[in-house]
């Protein structure tokens, strides 16, 4: 059983930064590699990147040039850093290991 918290969303203006933080526990290998997802109201869920062992850092179209994915093994931390945020990234916020999921935080992007 693996568990993923996500953490730090909330409301933010457009152009401002924000963020994410993804808690990695349980039965997990020491090389992993975690995937941000998002999903927009009435939206199919969109893969925003991911980081991992071995792996370059990879990003969606959407984001890309504005978001930043880093980690740290020793914590069993992933972070997602959003920069020049706009309406269309509001979205409920997922981290995915293997088959599981967190429960997401919010993000809205709104003046």
């Known amino acids: 059983q693996v568990q993923l918290v996500e953490s730090g969303g909330g409301l933010v203006q457009p152009g401002e930064s924000l963020s994410l933080s993804c808690a990695v526990s349980?039965?997990?290998?020491?090389?992993?590699?975690v995937t941000w997802y998002r999903q927009a109201p009435g939206k199919m869920r969109e893969l925003v990147g991911f980081?991992?062992?071995?792996?370059?850092?990879r990003y969606g179209d959407s984001v890309k040039g504005r978001a930043t994915i880093s980690g740290d093994k020793t914590k069993n931390m992933v972070y997602l850093q959003m920069n020049s945020l706009k309406a269309e990234d509001t979205a409920v916020y997922y981290c995915?290991?293997?088959?599981?999921w967190g429960q997401g935080t919010q993000v809205t992007v709104s003046s």
């Open positions: 980081w991992g062992d071995g792996h370059i850092p």
């Open positions: 349980g039965n997990i290998s020491s090389v992993y590699m």
């Open positions: 995915n290991l293997y088959e599981f």
